[in-house]
């Protein structure tokens, strides 16, 4: 069983920045056996993919909204997942889920499409940017 907590969501004015973490806790947690998303829920809309790494065949993936603007990275020694969201807009208001996956899947690139892939989902934590 994987545990992903979120932070460093809040409010924020146009333009502005922060940076997202996730952190994966689980006995024995090691990052190249799990692809880690991050998804987006905004009031009335669907539930967005935004971004996925899978560092065992060094993968990454953005959602063409956020391309440019948006940056995943990780940092292994502390089971940690950050998304740095930069140049922010109004429409990037939305709550921020971090989700993973592990098995066989790991074995090829990540995604932000096949969200039923991900088996592990964290609680969100709210962005909103004011104009």
């Known amino acids: 069983e994987v545990q992903l907590v979120e932070s460093g969501g809040g409010l924020v004015q146009a333009g502005g920045s922060l940076r997202l973490s996730c952190a994966a806790s689980a006995s024995g947690f090691i990052f190249d056996d799990y692809a880690i998303g991050w998804f987006r829920k905004a009031t009335g809309k669907e539930r967005e993919g935004v971004s996925c790494?899978?560092?065992?065949?060094?993968?990454?993936a953005y959602a063409s909204s956020v391309k440019g603007r948006f940056t995943i990275s990780t940092d292994s020694a502390k089971s940690t997942v950050y998304l740095q969201v930069t140049s922010l807009r109004p429409e990037d208001t939305a709550v921020y889920y971090c989700a993973a996956y592990g098995g066989p899947l790991v074995k090829s690139y990540c995604t932000i499409i096949a969200t039923t892939r991900y088996d592990y989902w964290g609680q969100g934590t709210q962005v909103t940017v004011s104009s």
């Open positions: 790494i899978n560092t065992s065949v060094n993968s990454t």
